[in-house]
């Protein structure tokens, strides 16, 4: 869905769906999922209504949370949700929200596998294994 290296080229696809959400347009693909992801978030909106601020700002460990990063972990559990990859998903899914309050709290949880399925997948120099993924899911639901 949301492809590419530039760091500017794929904030710049957050900003646009943001802007055409504001600005009562139709939404196409991608963006739909985002401007979804992005409602529950309110305290990025006023990042996403202004690209000048957030579209070459760095966020280092140490200040706080990079909301771009977040709403992309966000998408990616969408997408995988939506298609059921990894296999098994959707029942883990499934199984945190019986135990969360609402769905938005069960991605957070997810939120802290994938990233840090991500993390060891980039360390190593592999792709994302998706077994220690389903694995951490699994843990999480117990």
């Given at each position: ?55 070459e700002r ?6 706080g949370e ?31 929200c019986r ?44």
């Amino acid at each position: 869905m949301l492809y590419g290296q530039d760091r500017r080229e794929l904030r710049a696809v957050f900003f646009r769906a943001w802007r055409k959400h504001l600005d009562g347009q139709p939404l196409e693909g991608a963006e739909r999922t985002i401007v979804a992801v992005a409602l529950r978030h309110p305290e990025y909106h006023p990042l996403l209504e202004n690209a000048d601020t957030g579209a070459e700002r760095d966020w280092l460990p140490d200040q706080g949370e990079n909301p771009f990063l977040h709403l992309g972990l966000h998408i990616t559990i969408e997408e995988q949700l939506a298609l059921d990859q990894p296999r098994g998903i959707r029942a883990q899914y499934a199984e945190l929200c019986r135990r969360a309050p609402d769905e938005h709290s069960a991605q957070h949880r997810m939120l802290e596998c994938l990233g840090e399925t991500l993390w060891q997948a980039q360390r190593a120099g592999l792709p994302p294994n998706s077994q220690s993924y389903l694995d951490c899911l699994a843990r999480l639901a117990r």
